[in-house]
C-alpha cells in the first residue's frame, strides 16, 4: 500500500506560487498520485493526478520526480480562494480505494 | 447544476435514533461513495458501489448500511446512533472504479448525535 507524507502546514503570499511537496516513496510502478483539495466546511475538490509524466489543467501543475516518489503541487499564483487543506493522495489496496492522510493546510495571505 | 448532492446538511439527533442521509448524482457515473471525516478531519471511505452492486466495505459497524436503489442515488441508513458517529458524512462519484477516476464530493452532512 502507498502512503504519502506531507508537511501539515503551509503559507504563501497571494499572487506568488504555492509548491506542495508529498513524499511517495512507497508508491509502486502503476499507481497513480492525486491531489484533492478541501476549502473550509466544504467537500474536497479533485484538483489533478499523475503517473509518471508532469501534467498541468486549468487549476495547477503536477511535477513528479523520475523515480516517482515524491511530487509538488504547484499553484502558479495563489489567490486567497486557494486558502486549504490540500491531501496527496495513493490508492491502495486490492480494492484500490484512496487513502486519505491529514494533508497540508495552505494559507494564502494578502 | 449541483453534481453531487446530499440531504440533509445538518442533522441533530438523540443517542439511540435511526436515520438516513441521501445522496443523489446528476452526473451520469456508475460508481459512488460514503466517506466519514472526524473531529480531527481524517477522511476515511466507508462505502463504495458499482452499478449498485457494492464493491468496498470497510470496517464499519453494522449499524450503518447503504442503500442503492439505482446507479444515482446512494443512501446511508445507520441504526441505533451513537456519540461517536457524530462527523461529517460525504458522500461522493466516479465513472469507473475509483483508483483512476476522478471523485466528484458532496457539500457533506454534518451529524450531530447528542
Known amino acids: 500500500d502507498a502512503k504519502t507524507t506531507q508537511p501539515p502546514s503551509m503559507d504563501c503570499a497571494e499572487g506568488r506560487a504555492a509548491n506542495l511537496p508529498c513524499n511517495h516513496s512507497t508508491i509502486s510502478g502503476n499507481e497513480y498520485v492525486y491531489w484533492y483539495r478541501q476549502i473550509h466546511s466544504q467537500g474536497p475538490q479533485y484538483i489533478i493526478h499523475g503517473l509518471k509524466n508532469n501534467e498541468t489543467n486549468e487549476m495547477a501543475s503536477l511535477i513528479i520526480t523520475e523515480d516517482r516518489k515524491s511530487s509538488t503541487l504547484i499553484l502558479p499564483h495563489a489567490t486567497l480562494r486557494d486558502t486549504a487543506v490540500y491531501y496527496c493522495?495513493?490508492?491502495?489496496?486490492?480494492?484500490?480505494?484512496?487513502?486519505w492522510g491529514l494533508g497540508t493546510s495552505l494559507a494564502v495571505n494578502p | 447544476d449541483t453534481a453531487v448532492s446530499q440531504t440533509p446538511k445538518y442533522l441533530v439527533t438523540q443517542m439511540g435514533n435511526d436515520k438516513s442521509i441521501k445522496c443523489e448524482q446528476n452526473?451520469?457515473?456508475?460508481?459512488m461513495y460514503w466517506y466519514k471525516q472526524d473531529s480531527k478531519k481524517f477522511l476515511k471511505i466507508m462505502f463504495s458501489?458499482?452499478?449498485?452492486?457494492?464493491?468496498i466495505n470497510e470496517t464499519v459497524p453494522n449499524r450503518f448500511s447503504p442503500k442503492s436503489p439505482d446507479k444515482a442515488h446512494l443512501n446511508l441508513h445507520i441504526n441505533s446512533l451513537e456519540l461517536g458517529d457524530s462527523a461529517v458524512y460525504f458522500c461522493?462519484?466516479?465513472?469507473?472504479?475509483?483508483?483512476?477516476?476522478?471523485?466528484?464530493f458532496g457539500p457533506g452532512t454534518r451529524l450531530t448525535v447528542l
Open positions: 461522493a462519484s466516479s465513472q469507473g472504479q475509483g483508483s483512476h477516476s476522478e471523485q466528484f
Open positions: 452526473l451520469g457515473h456508475d460508481t
Open positions: 458501489y458499482n452499478n449498485k452492486e457494492l464493491i
Open positions: 493522495i495513493a490508492p491502495a489496496g486490492n480494492n484500490r480505494k484512496l487513502i
